[in-house]
């Protein structure tokens, strides 16, 4: 299985940027898919969650009506659209596959993505 995130990049505050995660290799029904990030010199942490079938999404706080997550089933892609973007926003996005239900424990995940630098800054 290999996902490949791209949309990564350098935006001002304010804008907007949507992540593009495309995966391979199997079968995407039944795999809940997850965004993760990773600020310098911080811990990875939960970004975005959604069920195989998009019928279920979770986020967390920091980006609670800025971000969605999103999935094109025929396409096997998995999208999530930043908008009103921040500086402390600035981290290596990952996406992240896991059969079953959705989870914000990155444990729980069983395929990740090389990530994508997303940088936010004036």
């Known amino acids: 299985v290999q996902l490949v995130e791209s949309g990564g990049g350098l935006v001002q505050p304010g804008g907007s940027l949507r992540l593009s995660c495309a995966v391979s290799?199997?079968?995407?029904?039944?795999?809940?898919m997850g965004w993760f990030r990773q600020a310098p010199g911080k811990e990875r942490l939960f970004v975005a969650a959604i069920r195989w079938d998009g019928g279920d999404t979770n986020y967390a706080d920091s980006v609670k009506g800025r971000f969605t997550i999103s999935r094109d089933r025929a396409k096997n892609t998995v999208y999530l659209q930043m908008n009103t973007l921040k500086p402390e926003d600035t981290a290596v996005y990952y996406c992240a596959a896991k059969y079953g239900s959705r989870s914000e424990i990155q444990l729980e995940y069983d395929y990740w993505g090389q990530g994508t630098q997303v940088t936010v800054s004036s």
């Open positions: 290799g199997r079968v995407f029904r039944n795999y809940a």
